[in-house]
């Protein structure tokens, strides 16, 4: 059974470009959340979804950021027109329901911003 | 929501030791979870206590809950050189996992 899966693992984007990350939730789940790590510092909430909906975006910058999870496919964290403090860390998890069940984490995406 | 703050950031200790970290948080939550995070790689799940809970243990880790203090502690007994890593605590306010994280607590074991 594989864990989350989140691609690429690495991008590199210069000022102005889009970045598309991709995540594919753990067999069975169908919640998803996306969080962002600055370095040294925790991750930060940055939205939730389950298939078709957004549940919370309350932690998602109000301009160039978007998230969806499709019906078929997976869930992708889209930065248009990227500046220099989006580079970090964004790591995707998954849980079986909206309880108080762990969270699995995929390995994150890094995206430099050159 | 509130942020959970670990205590202290960084630890070193010899293998076999045993080690300790400590996080505060600000309002009231639903559960605290603890997650551990090796260099360049995602979170791993390690422990869920609720509130009305006051200790849970699992294997050599153990994790205590005090509501009234607004801290929770992690104990790893016998530490081995595999547990260095960053140590993170979270704080869920609402049940639905949407997590406030610490800025986490880097443990070196050294063998």
């Known amino acids: 059974n594989a864990g989350v899966m989140q691609n690429p693992r690495h991008l590199v984007r210069r000022r102005g470009q889009e970045a598309r990350l991709r995540c594919s939730p753990m067999?069975?789940?169908?919640?998803v959340y996306w969080y962002r790590q600055l370095p040294e510092e925790g991750l930060k909430f940055m939205v939730y979804l389950q298939k078709e909906n957004i549940i919370d975006e309350s932690g998602m910058p109000k301009e160039r950021f978007s998230a969806e999870f499709p019906k078929e496919g997976p869930s992708i964290l889209r930065i248009q027109q990227v500046v220099r403090g989006d580079s970090a860390a964004y790591f995707c998890a998954s849980s079986p329901n909206q309880g108080d069940s762990p969270l699995h984490f995929g390995n994150g995406t890094r995206l430099t911003v050159t | 929501s509130q942020q959970g703050e670990e205590d202290p950031q960084a630890l070193s200790i010899q293998e076999g030791e045993n080690a300790t970290m400590n996080c505060s948080y600000k309002t009231s939550i639903n559960n605290l979870q603890w997650y551990r995070q090796n260099s360049g790689r995602g979170l791993v799940h390690l422990i869920l206590?609720?509130?009305?809970?006051r200790e849970k243990h699992s294997g050599r880790l153990r994790v205590t809950l005090d509501t009234s203090k607004k801290s929770s502690s992690l104990l790893i007994t016998a530490s081995r050189a595999a547990d260095t890593a960053s140590y993170f605590c979270?704080?869920?306010?609402?049940?639905?996992?949407?997590?406030?994280f610490g800025k986490g607590n880097q443990v070196v074991v050294i063998p």
């Open positions: 206590i609720r509130s009305n809970e």
């Open positions: 067999k069975g789940h169908s919640h």
């Open positions: 979270a704080t869920d306010d609402g049940g639905n996992n949407r997590l406030a």
